[in-house]
């Protein structure tokens, strides 16, 4: 039997579930081939954080047909440029460093760092490779009102409400997309003979009979996991972070105060805080390690950060929410005729917010590679998990990066961080070999990567990474001087900062024009 794909079901309606849903639809629209039918709870809660994006959602809106500055309005969006580490080097003053989005000039050609580090490494690495370092320091936005939606002077992403977001997409996925949405709780599963999953069964008494079921139904994993038995590998011996408090307070005066152009990540004791800013509110969450930390002194650290950064505001009537999470990646994400997208095919922790960037990955492969009968989705699904099985090992890579080239030695949790025993073997090696060569596309080989080498180079150095042998003279000479770089990285950034307005000024004038 080899039947044909034709019906999508999507379990689930939080982030993952509609970004699924209309990246599907989108793609198959009008071709006849493939429908789009997503179920989600009434009672069960979307996870309801989740606000920093990174620029692959330009492509994702853009893809799906949503006009930027209805996105902006909608979600109560802003700007991201990146995220500024505070802390994370060695906890003292004026420790703080960026990873912004876009690469360093002429990054395809030279390898900055080998040009940086000749020559002292003594400029921020980001400010000396990149003119963004120099808009994010002003406060300034990525593009001006006038730009065309998408386009920018500097790469960015966005900061947005989730709420509003899934909302949103539903809307779109609805009126514009023709996808067909149904609330109400699945209750039971039917099965093929040969396994594969026939229909669910509601709570209302309905049948959703489908050929591909996507499993977004978060940390619950309703599909991959309770029915097909997919256990979470744990990443918590690497990545320790498992709970997270979080809450949202508003600016002494949301008409003026200005809107932060990146995620601010402040390192905290056995974990670290963020800090989003959105046009009306800040979000903010400390995730940390319950081996380290109990709930209450993790909750009374955020309090503080709220009265150190908004002391005008009785840090009491922000009211705080602790979310529990297991650190690790299903062993399988796609299996026999089902695939989990989201939460429901892992988490680690909210570090560099890769999660959404992933659920847009997956979700455009299921997209593009929609198989069109069953026999082509086995080819398929084995490629979608040796695609995700390496993103997720890199994910883990690049996080632990993060605190393994720390020099913080104050407390248990960050020692138990830098002993290499609790670092991946690759990053062992990686850490090895960059005492004599920085990280370059080897690091990093793939096309479609989710961490180029250029994060790397943008963390290590970050954080005050120094290699034990300096790069061979021949090798420097052939690059060039990285003032040459530097040089025309800050002419760019003083033309762009004399033209390009607040991210304030930005939002305010995107809202004027509706
Ligand atoms: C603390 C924290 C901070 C984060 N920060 C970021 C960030 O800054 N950037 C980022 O990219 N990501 C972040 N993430 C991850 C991000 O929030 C998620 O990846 C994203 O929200 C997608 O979630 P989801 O849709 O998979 O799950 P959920 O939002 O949990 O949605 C699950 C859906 O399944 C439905 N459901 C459950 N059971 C059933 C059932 N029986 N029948 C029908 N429907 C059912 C629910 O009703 C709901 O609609 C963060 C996560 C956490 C925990």
Known sequence: MNPPVRQVVVVGGGSAGWITACLVAAEHRGSGTAAVLLVESPDVPTIGVGEGTWPSMRTTLRRIGIAEDDFIRQCDASFKQGTRFVGWRDGRDADAYI??????????????ALRWLAEGGELPFADAVTPQAGVIARGLAPKQAATPE????????Y???AGKFAALLQRHAVTVLGVRHVRANVAGIESRPDGDIKALALDTG???????????????????????????????????NDRAVV????????????????TNASAQDAGWIWDIGLPTRRGLGHVYSSAHVDDETARRTLRDYVEETSPALAAESVAYRTIAFRPGHREA??????????????????????????VEHAAAIIAEQLPRDREIMAVVAKRFNARMHYHWQRIIEFLK????????????????????????????????LWQQQPPWHDDA????????????????YGMGFRPRYGAAKAECAAQGGSQAVSGRAREQARRMVALLPTTRALVRAIAARA
């Open 99 to 112: 990873h912004p989005f876009s690469w360093p000039l002429d990054y395809a050609n030279a390898n900055p």
């Open 333 to 358: 994400f796609w299996k026999r005729n089902c695939v989990a997208v989201g939460m429901s095919a892992g988490f680690i922790e909210p570090l560099e917010a890769s999660a959404l960037a992933l």
């Open 206 to 240: 309905q049948r959703l009979p489908g050929d591909l079921f996507v499993d977004c139904t978060g940390q619950r994993a309703l599909l991959v996991g309770e029915h097909y038995g997919q256990r979470l590998v744990s990443a918590a011996d690497v990545l320790f």
């Open 247 to 262: 809450g949202q307070v508003p600016y002494a005066d949301a008409d003026a105060d200005a809107i932060a152009p990146v």
């Open 159 to 161: 900061h947005l409400n």
């Open 401 to 432: 990066l993060h605190y393994a080239a720390s020099a913080r030695d104050d407390g248990a949790y960050w020692r138990d961080h830098r002993d290499p025993r609790s670092w991946p073997e690759s990053l062992r090696e990686k850490m090895t």
């Open 150 to 157: 998408y386009a920018f002077a500097v790469n960015y992403g």
């Open 445 to 460: 080989p793939l096309l479609g990567e989710l961490f180029p080498s250029a994060s790397y180079q943008y963390v290590l």
